[in-house]
C-alpha cells in the first residue's frame, strides 16, 4: 500500500540541528525525496536518496535511509530561521508508465531565536 | 533557466463553473505532473503527461481533465466545481530520463465559493 507519514510539528533553536523523521510503506520506492513548502508556495526540491543508498550529505542537509524498517530522516545542521516551513517526504512510485509521487502531510519546522 | 510556471496565480469561481490551470515545464523537459493540495494535507497525485499521452492518472473524478501541448506546456481543466475543488493546484515537470525527481511550480490557488 502506500502510505507515507511524519510528525506534525517540531521546534528548535536557532544554531540546533533539527531532526525530521519519515515513515513510508512501499518497499518498490526507487526514490524518496525531501521538499520544501513556505507559506503560500510551491514545493522546492531540497533532496533525495536513491533507495540502495543509506546516507546522503549535500552541505548543511543529511538523509538517512533505513530501507528495512522503511525509515527517512533529514537532518539540517545549523538550523537558521530561514528554515521555518513545511517539510515533506515523498516516494516515487510507477503505477504502469506513470511515475507518481506520494507525499506524506508535512512537517511545520518552528526554529526560534 | 526559468523554473516552472502557472497561471494564473489566484482564482476564484462558483460551484458549477469550470476552470483551466496552466502550466510550461522548465525547458527540456517533456514530462508534466499535476498534483492537488487540499490545506494541511500533502499534494495528491492527479495526472502525468509525457510527450503529449497521459501517462497515468490518480483517484480523481472524471471531471479533472488534462492535456498537453507539442511545446509540452499543459492545462488542467475542472468542470461543474465543488467547494471540495478548493485548493493549490501544483504542476511539476521532470527530465524524460528520471521522471521520479519533479520540480514543482508556484501553483495556482483555486477557491470554489
Known amino acids: 500500500g502506500e502510505d507515507v507519514e511524519q510528525s506534525l510539528f517540531l521546534s528548535v533553536r536557532e544554531g540546533d540541528s533539527s531532526v525530521i523523521n519519515c515513515t513510508y510503506t512501499d518497499s518498490s520506492s526507487t526514490y524518496l525525496y525531501w521538499y520544501k513548502q513556505e507559506p503560500g508556495a510551491g514545493l522546492q526540491l531540497l533532496t533525495y536518496i536513491f533507495s540502495n543508498m543509506d546516507m546522503k550529505q549535500d552541505q548543511r542537509l543529511t538523509v538517512l535511509l533505513n530501507k528495512k524498517d522503511k525509515h527517512l530522516s533529514l537532518r539540517i545542521a545549523d538550523t537558521q530561521t530561514g528554515d521555518s516551513a513545511i517539510y515533506f517526504c515523498?516516494?516515487?512510485?510507477?503505477?504502469?508508465?506513470?511515475?507518481?509521487?506520494?507525499f506524506g502531510t508535512g512537517t511545520r519546522l518552528q526554529v526560534t531565536l | 533557466d526559468a523554473g516552472v510556471t502557472q497561471s494564473p496565480t489566484h482564482l476564484i469561481k462558483t460551484r458549477g463553473q469550470h476552470v483551466t490551470l496552466r502550466c510550461s515545464p522548465i525547458s527540456g523537459h517533456k514530462s508534466v505532473s499535476w498534483y492537488q493540495q487540499v490545506l494541511g494535507q500533502g499534494p495528491q497525485f492527479i495526472f502525468q503527461?509525457?510527450?503529449?499521452?497521459?501517462?497515468g492518472r490518480g483517484n480523481f473524478p472524471d471531471r479533472f481533465s488534462a492535456r498537453q501541448f507539442p511545446n509540452y506546456s499543459s492545462e488542467l481543466n475542472v468542470n461543474a466545481l465543488l467547494l471540495g475543488d478548493s485548493a493549490l493546484y501544483l504542476c511539476?515537470?521532470?527530465?524524460?530520463?528520471?521522471?521520479?525527481?519533479?520540480?514543482f511550480g508556484p501553483g495556482t490557488r483555486l477557491l470554489v465559493l
Open positions: 511539476a515537470s521532470s527530465w524524460e530520463g528520471r521522471q521520479e525527481t519533479q520540480y
Open positions: 503527461y509525457y510527450e503529449k499521452e497521459e501517462r
Open positions: 515523498a516516494e516515487s512510485l510507477h503505477t504502469g508508465t506513470a511515475s507518481k509521487l506520494t
